[in-house]
């Protein structure tokens, strides 16, 4: 018996060393995709480096970063750590709230400390580029896109949902207060406050499948919804041309949507979180010409309607981040001759490429999220092209 416990210790013994390394051969590599992080490389063994205290440090770290079956035991662990311990596997990035919602640490905390630096500069810097283009014979409009945090704050939790509230009500106020005066400035915090309070029937910790294609802002989700990319482009389309919003123009489909991952479980969580998602499409024949594929910085994507079939014959430049993307420009481009899409991106290139999408344009619209108007140096992107076209006019 005494024989027989020794074979099977040993064979354990063995099996523990044997395992992971056959798992290597059988089991999936470790993804980038599923890391917060750049997993370390293997050094390069020369005598100079086997001779360096760091270089069996790195090695160790590679062995760590490489073990099999990594990427099992991290999709493990996050699941234990959200669906077990109701917690957050990645605090850093990611605020479980109350129910299904969860948030963007990086909007809700770190973003809303930095919402009122700079405002006078921010708001000064917009009037500037707005009278450079004025004097061209050209509209403009900055417009204010909300972020999650300040249309669903009542389900964070406590010392987040009051760090935002030090936070945003001054910054609410005094943009407010600018567009009081000045109607080139679109925000849509209010009205997005109105669609939520007549829609507060929907709103709850675990929303229903229904009731979550109604929402601005879907629980699991960093971007809002359908209905939020629906107003802010009914909001634009009519400051630009009031009364030119035609619903006919496209069709939500409520009752045939698909079920898709959640962006907080694709991007953080590595657990799969399905958030549904109505079916849109066109009424009216848009043509879209993308000169490279959608998200590359600083390429315009053109959205052409023929100038008979178009409602309004102007041409839109709209320089934005990721809240003016999918069904929001699409419903915008639908209402005017050409709109001309281009991320932030383009304003940080000499020399300066933008001048060029300025020129053809008959109104420039100026897009970002609100955490991010006072971040990456924005305004300043923003005042060096009014000094070109400053320049221009002179020359």
Not at 228 to 253: F, H, K, M, R
Not at 299 to 320: D, G, T
Not at 372 to 386: D, E, F, Q
Request: some cysteine.
């Amino acid at each position: 018996m005494q024989k027989f416990s020794t074979h099977c210790a040993a064979l354990l013994f063995i099996s523990f060393l044997l395992l992971p390394q056959v798992a290597r051969f059988v089991v999936e590599p470790p993804s980038a995709k599923l890391e917060n992080r750049k997993l370390a490389e293997l050094p390069t063994p020369t005598i100079a480096a086997v001779m360096s205290p760091t270089y069996w440090t790195t090695v160790t770290d590679y062995v760590r970063d490489h073990l099999p079956m990594r990427k099992q035991q991290l999709k493990a662990n996050n699941w234990i750590s959200f669906h077990l311990l109701q917690d957050s596997p990645t605090p850093d990035k990611l605020i479980r709230g109350e129910g299904d919602w969860l948030y963007a640490s990086v909007i809700t905390l770190d973003e809303s400390s930095l919402l009122n630096r700079d405002q006078d500069k921010v708001i000064e810097a917009f009037k500037q580029f707005e009278k450079a283009v004025t004097q061209r014979g050209k509209r403009c409009l900055f417009l204010l896109s909300p972020s999650k945090p300040m249309i669903y704050p009542e389900f964070l939790p406590d010392f987040a949902r009051q760090h935002l509230k030090d936070n945003f009500t001054a910054f609410h106020d005094r943009y407010s207060e600018t567009a009081k005066n000045h109607d080139t400035f679109l925000l849509l915090w209010d009205e997005m406050w109105k669609v939520k309070k007549a829609n507060a029937s929907l709103i709850a910790p675990v929303p229903s499948e229904e009731q979550r294609l109604h929402l601005l802002f879907n629980p699991r989700d960093l971007h809002w919804g359908v209905a939020a990319q629906t107003l802010q482009a009914q909001e634009l389309v009519n400051a630009i041309s009031p009364g030119l919003w035609d619903a006919s123009s496209y069709a939500i489909d409520y009752d045939n949507f698909k079920v898709r991952q959640s962006e907080f479980s694709r991007i953080w969580l590595k657990t799969y979180l399905p958030e549904p998602y109505p079916k849109f499409r066109h009424r009216k024949k848009v043509e879209v010409v993308k000169t490279i594929k959608t998200n590359a910085p600083g390429k315009p994507i053109r959205f052409y309607r023929p100038a008979e079939a178009a409602p309004s014959p102007l041409k839109v430049l709209v320089i934005h981040d990721s809240f003016f993307g999918g069904t929001c420009i699409n419903l915008t481009a639908a209402h005017f001759t050409e709109l001309i899409s281009v991320r932030w991106e383009i304003l940080r290139d000499t020399p300066f490429p933008a001048m060029d999408l300025i020129n053809q344009a008959d109104v420039i619209v100026i897009q970002c999220r609100d955490g991010l108007i006072a971040r990456h140096g924005r305004y300043n992107m923003l005042n060096k092209v009014t000094q070109q076209l400053r320049k221009q006019r002179n020359s």
